[in-house]
């Protein structure tokens, strides 16, 4: 389902009509007049909240902006009213910092099949852990589109992530690969997933590169004696 789901946006984004944005909602509050002092007026102001004040009930409504998860839609974000971004923060509540949610719906590019739920992005780490046991005991295998999913761009749905080659010897030629235990790693520049190939091994180096930070200076006294 995972996979359908994803070729599915897929397809969406090759018509270019899919957007990923933060989801902010708004959260509003009640205080009668009284509950707040001047001083507290203050407080609030510099917290980022909004303050309407009602004559009639003599109350102060407060309003903030709240951050959500990214969200991937068939249509403009900003076409949702408050009450709607509401619904989809608790559809997904509670969420982490890694999680992305999505929310295809009816009447636009793709609202055949509509879908509302959450991805859960996962570390590097278990990324590699995926690709390693797709060699061996968790082989992955071909996964046809919904059939309410609109025409892929030059029809690209292999049945691998990344497609890998293990073999004892090294192929003349190969640029892409890593030795281990007397086996060869190459990624598979051949055939009509090359080019599929080449641009996961790319976001997988990308990914890479954001998990290494400097390290910092300890600044430790280093003393040389003669």
Partial sequence: MFRRIVLHLAAIQDQKQLYAEPLTFERSWTIP?????PEGLFQVIEKDFTMNYDEEKNSYTLSKQLPGPILITNYDPDILCCEERAALYELINPWIENDVAFDIR?????GEWPLHGAFRLRSFHTILNFLGHSLGEQA????DKDPRTPPLARNENPSHTLGLIVT???PDGA???????????LVDTTGENA?????????LYIL????????KSLDLPITISK
């Fill in 175 to 185: 640029k892409l690969y890593a030795r281990s235990h007397d086996k060869y790693y």
């Fill in 33 to 37: 007049a009284s509950a707040i002092s």
């Fill in 195 to 203: 080019h599929w190939n080449l641009n996961a091994f790319q976001l």
């Fill in 140 to 143: 992955e295998y071909l996964i």
């Fill in 208 to 215: 890479f590169r954001l998990t290494v930070t400097d390290a």
């Fill in 106 to 110: 009816p009447g636009y590019p793709g």
């Fill in 168 to 170: 004892d010897r090294l």
